[in-house]
């Protein structure tokens, strides 16, 4: 029969085709939580750099971590990936990552933004500031994330799911300062704040308050500084409306969270893979992640975009990262309590 | 003459074809192929079974935390989810197919095939390009606001991004299945036992609600089926919209929460809820049968409709192609309009394209084995095993990925283990990361769409006409050659596109167990627009659509096959 | 009695085929008629076109005196009260026989509809299948809830499209019988189709025999059997042979017809011009030498057996005369000469039938 032969067929070259992979050389396998938009450019400039082949698989952070757990000794990654703190902690607990000494990793990535044995290093930062629509809200009226709980912003928020990392982070850091029962209570009152119930991406957050349905949206830098830059007109004229506020610069600092890396434990390429997270943090890639993916770079003496530079500098929340990752399921478990969907 | 009354005088028993099979000297072979079935299945039903094993874990704090403040939104939302889309699809997909089939009027022969263009729209692609459109910030409340001088709360907006939206979203992308199936179903029924409804003085509605609908029942069940599964396994459409869901629930409790043996929990649930919707189906059927008595005169004569009905006809079958394809298609177009493609846009085609024929013809393969093995061996074991291997279906792709990796991980360790120590040679993973494990994948997803067909086909090919080639010396497997094979050709057909389609849309498992450097175009497609930059995600996202397009076309060519001698 | 079903002039095409035409049929009230005639002669087009559901392109039909179809308009079939039971009975597979039954009824009221149902599986002899689905059911059983299906909602006409031909030999003669009683009992006017004279026979009053669309004899089924109106006719219903004759003037006036067998008059009313003579197998003998003299107008043949068919209470025997005429005689069972053996038969000529052609 003609449909099994062809069957047969693809199997075999299935097969073949992943084992070709295993003798292609030299080279480097990364398991990437990030989009490959977001990272293929910088790692073609590995390559031709290097001369290292990438080979890239990207996916959700947690859906990857479980096929590196699940793959164990024989798996192929050699470098892990992931856009937010809390999973790279959750990877290192689980034993999957190794801890390596780069000195020039350790010169390059300051330590608030690396683990401190080297499981993991902090390669691109973003803050999650508060944006108000600029000629209905003044700057004054604004403070902290805490304040947003409170009675006068009634019906004023805009700010995505719970289901989001980025908004777990945020309560999660708030936890570690204020404690789950005050978090949850500032939880409760920023519910009853929101001018609608949590929809869409931190784009839409920006655009729903463009358009009058609430005045504070909740969302991160590169978002904002995307569609500022961007070449869609009516994100360009929406965004245009709002302007940033650094929330918490009297306390503790705008909260933020990094994308970063580590290599696998049982990485079969240490060495190109280290050489790989090197560059990732070196001056050039730095600055691409600044100019093209407008997102703060964590070397110091890089300088972000123009769009991010004319915010203007601000204070970072100094909260040692791994926390959030460990209390990631409390923040959604007092999101859930407070009915935040 | 007296042969032709011998399947009419005794009664039709699909059992007469086991109980020949087991006086046959050569019982051990019927034996063998039980054992080969039931092998099938449990490996197909591994990934599922996987999940639904981290049940037996204790029930953790998260679970009270889950049961005590988001499990009754899970529960509420999901069944309204379910029913609105059974509503919505019901609705467009059988109004769509009973007017196709039995009347003539304006642009029938066209609708008749465009009503299939939206089963090639993701369904999280059609919601995006609905939000941007509808949308509070959207160009069209914009204009009302600017055209009237409105504020934000001065008027009302239906909001895309609600349950009732998320309702339409699925129902535009998911009313064909319906459509497709009721449609053949309509076309096949004798015209005989229509007319003799007429002689009881049934007028057109008793006749359609009384005679047509409950006899393609089993096609319109199987083809809702689909629908809702789908539904359950929909991720990205919630998600955007915000509304917790199971599949939400299990993302979020998996992912977030960090709690796999409750979210497994959850999905177990989400199991329980198709089986509960598979079983509620079976026992309202009882005995009644299905098949096609009569062989009668089929020769099927279309009514012409009067000027006015004939409009309203039109109308009603071209509402669904506008909302599920020719809107959210030219928002795309306009969309992609800009954005420049590169090279490796061309393997992103390849790679989708390759994929999802090579996994349309494997499940085309399964489904023949498994609906054919079921009607050979009807035991509780096989029919058991085919339900639970095609239970995937309903299951979000992440989940089974999930599913996949953990065991084929394992096998693969075992298998290197073992190497080492006999050969000292390691053998590293043989199944994860490759393009196999990628294929079993989607054969545990969509394997439900293949067999759908392929069992309905089956249906209507009495089982007397087994017996009787049988009875002709035929083995099983030659009658299924020559026989079935060739009878239920269009449902083979419908089957390999469907998955074809499926396929090129899927998305979360691919995402994870695709190998190194291998993209498709839902993938392209999906990361960008969950980034927020549809944009760039159009022209991947238009890719899709029109690749989609080719087997849809096929398709609909496939179903006016049988019927076009006779409308002309 | 009343006419009840009046065809007048109808005709059927399909395209420009001509299906049936010139049909003229009146069928008074309580009368079964049949529509009998060979396979292709649009016997169930007529039919179907009583029900409804095809289209006049000539004539009119009425049903209890009204006009229910003519060529420009038509009562669809759902609105004329016709009940029909079709050939492979067309149950509905997903209902049970008391809701086959029921379809009908939903005029009624709930405990109306019950008892009719319950009237009609009494009737049927079918009480005890009532929860059943069809396929449950032996071919039998299934023809009679068709037909207590179409009793039911007591339509002014039954229409049967050859209700026995799915049913094996003996059960088809019981059952004729006792279609034909239920239809008497229920005082219901009817009509068949069938290909099959005896089911024509055992169940109809009245018989219109077609060939190639068109109406050839309409009578009683001895009118058919003992006048037949032409060569069709006597050659389709019963057996026989026809003799080719010519038309004679005798000098009383009257016409005869004569064979090389015999002479035979011609009844008064009898216009054809040429005419065959139709000699049935009951009307040939054994000659013996006592009668042969005895009866008048008896003609004596010598005859050569050709063939023996043993048919139980008689035998079957086909006979050559000395011109080469074949005869079909019916011999009684104990007949023994050999193949090939002569003797004579003695035709009673009064009793053979002119047969126009």
Redesign the interface.
Known sequence: MKPAKLVMGALVSALLLNSASLWAAPEVNLYSARKEALIKPLLDKFTEKTGVKVNLVTGKADALLTRLKSEGKNTPADVFLTSDAGRLHRAEEANVLQAIQSKELNASVPASYRDPEGYWYGLSLRARPILYVKNKVSPETLSTYEALATPEFKGKICIRSSSNIYNQSLVASMIAVDGEADTETWANGLVGNMARPPKGGDRDQIKAAAAGQCVIAVANTYYFGKMLAGGDAAQKTAAEKLAVFWPNQKGRGTHVNISGAGVTAHAKNKDNAIKLIEFLASNDAQSWYAQVNYEYPVREGVKPSNVLAQWGSFKADNLNLSRLGDLNSKAVMVMDRAGWK | MASSNSDLTQPLSPTTTLSSARLRPRITRSHLFVLFLLTTTSILALPVLTIASFIFEPASDVWHHLASTVLSDYVINSLLLLIGVAVGTLTMGITSAWLTAMYQFPGRRIVEWALLLPLAMPAYIIAYTYTGLLDFAGPLQTALREGFNWQYGDYWFPEVRSLIGAICMLSFVLYPYVYLLARASFLEQSVVTMDAARSLGAGPWKRFFRVALPMARPAIVAGTSLALMETLADYGTVQYFGISTFTTGIFRTWFGLGDQGAAAQLAAMLLGFVLLLILVERYSRRQAQYHQQSTGDSSHQRQPLSKLSGVIASILCTTPIILGFLIPFGLLTQWAMGETMDASFFSLVWNSLSLAFSAALLALTLAIILGYGQRLMPTRAVKTGVRVATLGYAVPGTVIAVGIVIPLAWIDNRIDQWATDMFDHSTGLIFSGSLFILLFAYLVRFLAVALGSVESGLQTIKPSMDDSARSLGFSPFQVLRKIHLPIIRPSLFTAVLLVFVDVLKELPATLILRPFNFNTLAVRAYELASDEQLASAAPAAITIVLTGLIPVILLSRSINRPNAGSSS | MSTHLSLQDVAVRYASKTIVENINVDLAEGEIGCLLGPSGCGKTTLL?TI???EKLAAGKIFLRNKEVSNVARAI?????????V??????????TVAQNIA??L??LKKTERQDRVDQLLTLTDLSDTKT?????????Q?QRIALA??LA?KPDIL?MDEPFS???VELREHLAHDIRQLIKSEKMTAILVTHDQQEAFATADKIALLNAGKLVQWGTANELYHQPNSSFSAEFIGQGVLIQGTIVHQESGRKSIQTEIGTVLLPNNFSATNANLLIRPDQLSIESPEDSATTPNTASVPVTLLHKSFRGGYCLCTLETEDGQRLLAQFPSHFSFDINHSFKVSINLDSTTPVAC
């Not at chain 3, 059943?132 to 039998?140: A, C, D, F, M, V």
């Open positions: 179907r029900a409804g559901f669809p079939p759902e609105k004329r009260r016709v009940g029909m079709f050939q492979d009975y067309a149950l509905f597979p997903h209902l379809f009908g939903s005029h059943r689905y069809p396929h449950q059911l032996s071919g039998g299934q299906r179409a909602p229409l799915n049913l094996d």
